[in-house]
């Protein structure tokens, strides 16, 4: 039998890249999309995978690379939502529309027309896993970036409407929602000053961020035969964050 394959978005970078790594490591063939196309190659070239560089907020694009990947493997037996950019530092009254629509076109529109582009081959193969990226934000609000929060959140809502409509053809659909994690996009976020990352350190029960490598390893385990029973759940990989 072969290797089961799995379509990872924003997989250059951060989050995305610590998944692919997992997730190749635990056996998973990959298809690696993002934007960037020189840190997908870069990507695919370490993990043996195949890139597929894609605006997900493109939905045409999104919908003629999903045919034409389904052409030529059939189905995947998973697909990891990842993309994503920063909202950080922009306060209610200073998001325009322009943000508005990058921020939830690149989280939430050219996701939902993604998944449901899988859906139907995922469900003929017998099934398979989704796992969404969400955001602690999420499930608690965060100043200075409310089209981020709203984004976020509405991926969360995917998720448990698409658990139950797609449960019955044994899709199983989970969301990840990590608290603050040391990537390319927190470093680079405006409103984050080089001590931020440890001021936030004191604040978390554990007292660590949890790291790209420990939210890679809840997508992996959501995505494996060993979450088979769990659907429409929301795992917030953060050191406790979640309630501070
Ligand atoms: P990252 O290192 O910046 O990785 C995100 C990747 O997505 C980048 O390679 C980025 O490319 C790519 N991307 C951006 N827009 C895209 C588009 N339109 N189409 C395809 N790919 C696109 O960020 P990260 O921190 O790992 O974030 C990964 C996910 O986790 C995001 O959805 C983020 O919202 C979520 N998250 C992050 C944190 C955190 O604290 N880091 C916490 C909670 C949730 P470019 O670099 O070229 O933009």
């Given amino acids: ?137 999420a499930l608690r609000g965060s100043p200075n970036m409310p089209h981020y929060t709203a984004a976020k959140g509405a991926l969360l809502g995917l998720g448990r409407a698409l658990a139950v409509e797609l449960g019955p053809r044994n899709i199983r659909v989970n969301v990840v929602a990590p608290g603050l994690i040391r990537t390319p996009m927190t470093e680079k976020s405006a409103g984050y000053d080089k001590d931020f990352f440890t001021r936030r350190e004191t604040v978390i029960p554990l007292r660590r961020l949890a790291t790209p490598e420990d939210v890679a390893a809840s997508i992996a385990f959501l995505a494996s035969p060993a979450a088979a029973s769990l659907t429409g759940q929301c795992l917030s990989p953060s050191g406790g964050e979640a309630f501070t």
């Fill in 1 to 137: 039998m072969s290797s089961p394959l799995a379509l990872i978005t924003g997989a250059a970078s951060g989050i995305g890249l610590a998944a692919a790594r997992r997730m190749a490591g635990e056996g998973w063939r990959l298809l690696l999309c993002d934007i960037d196309a020189a840190g997908l190659e870069r990507a695919a070239a370490e993990l043996g995978a195949e890139a597929v560089p894609l605006d997900i907020s493109d939905v045409p694009a999104v919908r003629e690379a999903a045919a034409r990947l389904l052409e030529r493997h059939g189905s995947v037996e998973a697909v990891v939502v990842c993309a994503g950019i920063s909202g950080h530092g922009l306060p209610f009254e200073k998001v325009d529309e322009a943000a508005f629509d990058a921020m939830l076109g690149t989280h939430l529109k050219g996701h939902f027309f993604l998944l449901q582009a899988f859906a139907p081959a995922m469900a003929a193969a017998g099934g398979g896993a989704m796992v969404l990226v969400s955001s602690l934000f």
